[in-house]
């Protein structure tokens, strides 16, 4: 089975963990990235972000560098903004059309996930879910236990596949 990971990571937290899995389970990497990015620095990232949920901006993306179609499992992986998934991967559910997959999804967070799985569902309707794993500033609280917690949750995914 071909697997993919894809993930968009704003201050890196989701990257770590889009890297982790890939590595656990020899799978692909493809960084979603929007043509023109939020700036991670300064106060005001968080209302422009939350913003950007809240009335469904959907930035263009550069072109992916693999086609998430060809893949049978797709682990992916966002920042929670505003209790929910970021315009990217918003923009990134709206323009590939995954249907009959596994797919496994993954979030890092500075509060609470909200409804941010419970909506990537809603959009991923006809796949099967095989799993769900949130994470809090893996960077910056836990890197070498959330590393950990990873890959057993990878490796038990991966053995189900």
Not at 14 to 25: C, Q, V
Not at 34 to 39: A, Q, R
Not at 48 to 62: N, Y
């Amino acid at each position: 089975m071909k697997i993919l990971v894809a993930f968009y990571s704003f201050e890196g937290n989701t990257k770590f963990i889009a890297e982790t899995i890939a590595k656990e389970l020899k799978a692909d990497l493809l960084e979603l990235k929007p043509t023109k990015e939020i700036k991670t620095k300064g106060f005001f990232k968080y209302p422009i972000g939350g913003a950007q949920v809240v009335f469904g901006f959907k930035p263009k993306l550069l072109p992916f560098e693999k086609n998430p179609e060809d893949y049978d499992v797709l682990f992916l992986g966002t920042p929670t903004w505003s209790l929910s998934y970021t315009p990217t991967m918003r923009s990134f559910l709206s323009q590939v059309k995954l249907s009959g997959k596994k797919i496994g999804l993954f979030c890092c967070r500075m509060g609470k996930k909200g409804k941010t799985f419970k909506i990537m569902k809603k959009k991923l309707k006809g796949n099967e879910i095989i799993g769900e794993i949130d994470f809090s500033q893996p960077l910056i609280k836990a890197k070498e236990d959330d590393a950990k917690t990873v890959r057993k949750w990878a490796k038990e995914l991966g053995s189900k596949i």
